[in-house]
Every structure is written in structure tokens, then in C-alpha cells.
């Protein structure tokens, strides 16, 4: 079975970083899109950021130019640098893959999520 597995969240001090990673395991034709996207309490689960196969980006504007993702293909890993965060980042983070399972079988899995809290 397919299983993603995430890491890196915590607890820390407003302008400081938190590298979260995430890894997929199972049997995998191909991943196209790896993202990481955040529910805070009380609301929607909402983008943070996403990477396509060509390693083209799109991030929330509210990230934009503290956060990085990046992909490693080669060991179905994907990764959030999260830097300057503000409590507002305070969320539970889960990370997204699409892509296909099969060539006639395409996936949309999800992760468990990680925990990450950002103290003023």
C-alpha cells in the first residue's frame, strides 16, 4: 500500500524555521504534483505551496518569500523550508501527492499531518 509520512513539526519562537518533510513509500509509477497545504483551527484546509515534475512552484502569497518546496524524484521525497515564521503559520500541515499508480491508474494521496506551532 501507498503510505505517505511526514516530519519535522514543532514548536518554535516567532522568525525562526522549521524544514518539514515528507516521503512516499509504496508502489509508485510516478509522482506529478508533491504540495503542502495547512488547517489552522476554525478554518479550511488551504495551499500553502505545491511543485510540479518540472519543478515549477506556486506558492500562497502569505509564504511567498519565506517558504521553499522542493522535490528529491529519486527517493519520493518532498520538503517545506518554512523561515521567518509568524504565529499566524500555526497549523497542522499535511502533504499532497498526485499522480499515477499505474499508467491507467491515477492517485491523489494525502499525509496524516504534522503539528506546527509558532509561539509569539
Known amino acids: 500500500q501507498v503510505r505517505l509520512v511526514e516530519s519535522g513539526g514543532g514548536l518554535v519562537q516567532a522568525g525562526g524555521s522549521l524544514r518539514l518533510s515528507c516521503a512516499a513509500s509504496?508502489?509508485?509509477?510516478?509522482?506529478?504534483?508533491m504540495g503542502w497545504y495547512r488547517q489552522a483551527p476554525g478554518k479550511q484546509r488551504e495551499l500553502v505551496a505545491v511543485?510540479?515534475?518540472?519543478?515549477?512552484?506556486n506558492y500562497a502569497d502569505s509564504v511567498k518569500g519565506r517558504f521553499t518546496i522542493s522535490r528529491d524524484n529519486v527517493k519520493n521525497t518532498w520538503y517545506l523550508q518554512m523561515n521567518s515564521l509568524r504565529p499566524e503559520d500555526t497549523a497542522v500541515y499535511y502533504c499532497?501527492?498526485?499522480?499515477?499508480?499505474?499508467?491507467?491508474?491515477?492517485?491523489?494521496?494525502w499525509g496524516q499531518g504534522t503539528q506546527v506551532t509558532v509561539s509569539s
Open positions: 511543485i510540479s515534475s518540472n519543478r515549477s512552484t
Open positions: 509504496g508502489s509508485i509509477l510516478r509522482i506529478n504534483t
Open positions: 499532497n501527492a498526485q499522480g499515477l499508480l499505474s499508467t491507467v491508474l491515477p492517485f491523489d494521496y
